[in-house]
């Protein structure tokens, strides 16, 4: 009997944890539009950050190798903003491809690999930070890991594409992500949560549950 008490308690751990992201399935018509809203402002953003970077990326990266990764958290802030406001399974994915989208259709340096398949990526990471919590963990806090979450993804295809193959200086490498991670948390993490937070402080989002709560905690 006593054996069979953890294997119930984690069937009921599991069970809640599945009922909670099931619940908050359904995507109504004011998600998708907020959604794609959220996407296109944030592609703008990764659009106009792929010309104004390269100088200021080229010396913090002259300052010491590998800073100039504390910028790269412009361009993970579509689905950490999205998530935080609708609060949708897929919104991060969502906004994050389709910013990443259309910052490919206005035209870069980068390309599909670089902006699409990257958006992807990023938008994966940050989903399953809000995945793992059943989306109803929301605070500063998971804002943050969730920011820290999508730099890391970002990492991971930097990694693939541009040093696999290639002698890389380990310091450089272990300064470069650890400029990356701290950008994620900072700009896409923290900086997200406060942009949330003062919009929500307006009223306009009373029809999302995020704008409501928010307002009853203050």
Do not use: H
Request: proline fraction near 3%; charge should be negative.
């Amino acid at each position: 009997m006593a054996a069979t008490q953890p294997m119930n308690m984690e069937e009921n751990v599991f069970s809640t944890w599945l009922n909670s992201i099931r619940r908050s399935m359904r995507w109504r018509t004011v998600d998708i539009a907020t959604a794609s809203l959220i996407a296109v402002a944030s592609g703008l953003v990764f659009w106009i950050v792929d010309f104004l970077i390269p100088a200021p990326y080229a010396l913090l990266s002259a300052v010491v190798p590998g800073l100039g990764g504390t910028l790269n958290g412009f361009w993970y802030i579509g689905g950490v903003i999205a998530m935080l406001i609708v609060r949708k399974p897929g919104a991060a994915i969502y906004a994050e491809t389709l910013g990443a989208a259309l910052e490919l259709l206005l035209g870069n340096q980068w390309g599909a690999g670089g902006s699409l398949v990257t958006g992807i990526i990023q938008g994966a990471f940050t989903e399953i930070v809000f995945l793992i919590a059943a989306y109803r963990i929301w605070n500063i806090w998971i804002a943050m890991v969730a920011g820290a979450s999508t730099a890391v993804g970002g990492f991971v295809y930097t990694a693939v594409t541009e040093y696999i193959g290639m002698p890389v200086d380990g310091m450089y490498l272990a300064a470069y992500f650890a400029a990356n991670l701290v950008s994620g948390i900072v700009i896409s993490g923290a900086l997200m949560w406060w942009l949330f937070t003062a919009i929500a402080k307006t009223g306009i989002l009373e029809q999302f549950e995020s704008g409501r709560s928010l307002m009853q905690e203050e």
